[in-house]
């Protein structure tokens, strides 16, 4: 009796049987949810101070931490592109998501011990300058990267299943199943606000003022708490059977198309090539495009090519569809738009690294003594992205519609491209800010000397908001426009590959910016005119790091506008510039 229990709470679309499914969207939301909001409040917790851990606790260099930061973030971001191939190929999501919160939960408990067991990080140090201090060791390094390793993991899998593992457990072919997708998703969202605000003050507070091992046991008992929450509803969760990898589709269309390089590519294609599509597909049938018809060849028959009966190609690995040909054109043609988006983030992962180190050498004191952690600044991110989306859902959207007569008001290409104009502006304040930052810390009386050395300006910490706030909005603009654009432009069946693209576009941008704070770091160092990322801010030029960062962004901009241009959405041969979105109801949980 178990076994046909378990039976009628697992799903298989490949099974030719039907099948009784007791879907319990609502009664399951109480596990799913309270595991989201404990694992989010525990990764983030663990994660939002890093910086400040680094160089205190370890006494590692400002570069040196932040390019270790740079390749951690790195790594969470791609992960889930290697966790969404597993999950769908071999796994399923609910293994998945148990297998990667105890790999997330032991990752944390490593962290943990480095700062609870004093034989773990390198001896305290008192002086003010971090040349002198001692450094970790060998093994006490060793120790923290396969802590850090084991949250790369456990990022890998959580990131790219959580969103669709809860969205399993209701039924889409029902009103009340969609309304439970819609709630579900606002909860979601919700719950990473919650756990932003949360971690980023409270948790960071007890780590920066009162002691590092308690401030990171908390996050750890939180995602220790997250674990229990999923396991308890194991027996009531809807369990999807995995169905194998949409990339061997894409990997048959590329290796046809290479075996027929020397077949004549018909005048015709759209009439020609071989065009079956199985009954079975969920993926909506698309019409011939003129891009990329090198891949048309794939879908050209030849003498050596074998129908089936039901109009099946023989060997897919020799003859594909001409709708396979065209799901691959898509994949390919957001490769040039997914670029951009690596530089588009270099601005955004600034503002959760140097902004750190502004924050220590900048007057952070509030209502008398009271001074706010250095890493809580980064808050506003959050707090200006959740305020502008319901403004920007229920105001400026039917304001737009109005002007433009298109559904949503803007394009979705047209969102991304406001969002990379509003980062160049970013950074243009972010250097601007930390010239005047400067200027005072070098002109005018200091406050003290920050932790890790350096003169504290007498400027405000809070001339750091504005430019966070743009970052937020940025943010609004061209994240959520990218997961929408990924949403929309994939084929039905790569949807959960889809939403790991855009981590993808992050891991790209974290790898470069560690690359690129090293190499400026190695070039300016040795030039006559100084280090521009030197320990102590005061005696570099963070500002000109921005100001390249910004130069990098408006290239980029001018990059986007042209493979926007180029652009064709979906089942469409229409320029992007004229070819409004998507109807946005079905899409409305990811805004």
Not at 193 to 198: P, Q, S, T
Not at 241 to 251: F, H, I, N, R, T
Request: with cysteine.
């Amino acid at each position: 009796m178990e076994e046909n229990k378990q039976d009628n709470n697992t799903v298989s679309s490949t099974d030719h049987e039907p099948k009784i499914i007791k879907y319990r969207g609502i009664k399951s939301m109480p596990f799913i949810i309270g595991n989201e909001t404990f694992e989010k409040l525990g990764s983030i917790g663990t994660s939002s101070n890093l910086l400040v851990y680094l160089t205190t606790v370890f006494n590692m260099k400002s570069v040196s931490a932040a390019t270790l930061v740079n390749g951690y973030t790195g790594s969470t971001n791609l992960a889930p592109l290697l966790g969404a191939f597993l999950s769908d190929t071999y796994f399923g999501r609910y293994k998945t998501l148990a297998f990667a919160s105890i790999s997330s939960l032991l990752g944390m408990t490593v962290i943990m011990l480095t700062a609870a067991i004093s034989n773990m990080h390198p001896l305290h140090c008192v002086s003010k300058d971090v040349s002198t201090c001692l450094g970790p060791t060998g093994w006490q390094l060793a120790f923290l990267l396969s802590g850090f390793g084991l949250l790369v993991i456990g990022a890998g899998g959580i990131r790219p299943c959580n969103l669709a593992f809860g969205a399993d457990q209701f039924n889409p072919a029902t009103e009340s199943g969609r309304k439970g997708i819609n709630s579900f998703f606002n909860w979601y969202y919700f719950t990473l606000a919650f756990a932003v605000l949360i971690s980023g003050t409270l948790v960071v507070y007890v780590q920066s003022n009162v002691n590092w091992a308690i401030g990171l046991a908390i996050p750890t008992c939180l995602m220790l708490i997250s674990c229990a929450f999923f396991f308890l509803g194991t027996k009531i969760y809807v369990k999807v059977k995995p169905e194998g990898s949409p990339l061997k589709g894409v990997a048959q269309v590329i290796l046809a198309a290479t075996r027929k390089r020397q077949v004549t590519r018909p005048e015709n294609p759209e009439l020609c090539l071989f065009n079956h599509m199985p009954p079975s597909s969920i993926n909506s049938k698309l019409s011939y495009t003129d891009q990329f018809r090198f891949l048309d060849k794939s879908a050209i028959i030849t003498s050596e090519d074998k129908i089936n009966s039901d109009g099946s190609a023989a060997n897919p690995w020799k003859l594909c569809s001409m709708q396979q040909v065209e799901e691959v054109k898509c994949i390919m043609r957001v490769i040039p738009i997914w670029a951009s988006a690596i530089l588009y983030y270099i601005a955004i992962v600034q503002q959760n690294t140097y902004i750190v180190f502004q924050a220590l050498q900048s007057d952070r004191r509030l209502g008398g003594h009271f001074q706010v952690p250095a890493a809580s600044y980064i808050v506003f991110i959050m707090l200006s992205l959740t305020i502008w989306i319901p403004i920007y859902d229920r105001i400026l959207v039917p304001f737009l519609q109005r002007l433009t007569g298109k559904e949503g008001g803007i394009t979705v290409l047209q969102r991304i491209g406001v969002g990379i104009f509003l980062s160049v502006l970013t950074m243009l304040v972010s250097a601007l800010v930390e010239q005047r930052r400067r200027n005072l810390a070098l002109t005018s009386p200091t406050l003290g000397t920050a932790p890790r050395g350096g003169g504290i300006s007498s400027m405000s910490a809070f001339w750091l908001v504005p430019q966070l706030i743009l970052a937020g909005l940025s943010e609004a603009f061209n994240s959520i426009g990218q997961v929408e654009f990924y949403y929309k432009q994939f084929p039905e069946n790569m949807r959960s590959i889809a939403g790991a693209f855009s981590n993808c576009g992050m891991a790209g941008s974290s790898y470069l910016s560690g690359f690129l704070v090293t190499i400026v770091h190695h070039i300016t160092s040795r030039s006559g005119n100084g280090d521009w990322l030197a320990e102590d801010l005061n005696k570099g030029k963070l500002h000109y790091f921005y100001y390249m960062i910004a130069s990098l962004g408006a290239l980029n901009f001018v990059y986007f506008l042209v493979c926007a241009k180029w652009y064709r959405y979906k089942g469409t041969g229409e320029c992007s510039v004229e070819l409004s979105t998507d109807t946005r109801e079905s899409d409305k949980h990811f805004v």
